[in-house]
């Protein structure tokens, strides 16, 4: 039972150059949801999914755009990458826990846009 | 959704309890609160969470209080592993469909 798997795990890009970030989850969750972490900062949500085929904007959707083509995969897409987009990203999947909605996130994958 | 605060950082001696307090003075009634941490640049990993009652796992416990307006999480035995940022979080459960919203939390450093 791996949980929430993120690759790749380190990235380095230029400017403009674009790639995409897997999740992928084995819990057989509804949600799943992509953050940024940014250098001493909190975690803010970038978009989420309440369901296969469904997205979401978060707090800071701005310069990316998601897929949830199956409901085990969330992907991450950076058309046209910025350094402003160096950050670690989290990916998280949540499922009911006693009533609540309780994730479990990936390790993280971190970006570094040159 | 209910707004909370927390200290910035706190400092606990390691094999004693750590108690850490949050103020989620404008909760609802629907709303839980819940508790993750992050060590060092991994993943945020879920503690606890509880709705009107005092909740308690293997890792921690959780006292809300009577109005719901504070709760404290307790590392009833700190160890050095326990040296991380917790975050206190209110939302609705899963059914209200909405994600966590993560704010800066509390720093907590366990000392030898």
């Known amino acids: 039972n791996a949980g929430v798997t993120q690759t790749p795990k380190f990235r380095v890009l230029k400017t403009g150059q674009s790639m995409t970030l897997l999740c992928a989850q084995d819990m057989n969750h509804e949600y799943m949801y992509w953050y940024r972490q940014d250098p001493g900062m909190g975690l803010r949500l970038i978009h989420y999914s309440v369901g296969e085929g469904t997205t979401a904007k978060g707090e800071v959707p701005d310069g990316y755009n998601v897929s949830r083509l199956k409901k085990q995969n969330f992907l991450l897409g950076l058309e046209s990458a910025a350094p402003s987009q160096t950050s670690v990203y989290f990916c998280?999947?949540?499922?009911?826990?006693?009533?609540?909605?309780?994730?479990?996130f990936g390790a993280g994958s971190r970006l570094t846009v040159l | 959704d209910a707004k909370t605060t927390q200290p910035t950082s706190m400092d606990c001696a390691e094999g004693r309890a750590a108690n850490l307090p949050c103020n989620h003075s404008?909760?609802?009634?629907?709303?839980?609160v819940y508790w993750y941490r992050q060590i060092h640049s991994q993943g945020p990993q879920y503690i606890i969470h509880g709705l009107k009652n005092n909740e308690t796992n293997e890792m921690a416990s959780l006292i809300i209080t009577e109005d719901r307006k504070s709760s404290t999480l307790i590392l009833p035995h700190a160890t050095l592993r326990d040296t991380a940022v917790y975050y206190c979080i209110v939302r609705v459960g899963y059914s209200g469909n909405t994600p966590l919203v993560f704010g800066k939390g509390t720093r907590l450093s366990v000392i030898a």
């Open positions: 998280a999947s949540s499922g009911p826990v006693r009533g609540a909605n309780v994730l479990t």
């Open positions: 404008t909760i609802s009634g629907n709303e839980y």
